[in-house]
């Protein structure tokens, strides 16, 4: 969870500060939301993290979120292609297939 928040929180960050370069007024608003979407996503996954032994849905909804965004990466990846360079966008989407499973896993053990 708390890898989860600090990637979140990050991105989220970065992205709201980026924006989407090179890109028309719609697009970066767009971006821009989604940045703040994923930016609170991160802050609700930290305060779940601090809290997890009071936490029970919450966990697998957060955990769900993840795999959600990894399958839209992957449909992304379907229509559009794999972005440059590959190595990095594959780091991105093999850990957001994965831990979705191990949050899910780990909290269903410690329940």
């Not at 970066?28 to 703040?36: K, P, S």
């Amino acid at each position: 969870m708390f890898l989860v928040a600090a990637i979140a929180i990050f991105g989220g960050s970065l992205q709201m500060y980026l924006g989407q370069p090179d890109t028309a007024p719609r697009l970066d608003n767009v971006h821009r939301f989604m940045a703040g979407v994923y930016l609170s996503t991160g802050i609700i996954c930290l305060w779940a993290a601090f809290t997890i032994r009071q936490q029970g849905a919450l966990v697998y909804l957060l955990a769900l979120g993840v795999l959600l965004a990894g399958c839209g990466r992957l449909l992304s990846i379907s229509k559009v292609g794999l972005p440059k360079p590959t190595v990095v966008w594959l780091g991105y989407l093999i850990p957001e297939l994965l831990i979705p499973f191990i949050m899910a896993a780990a909290h269903y053990a410690g329940h």
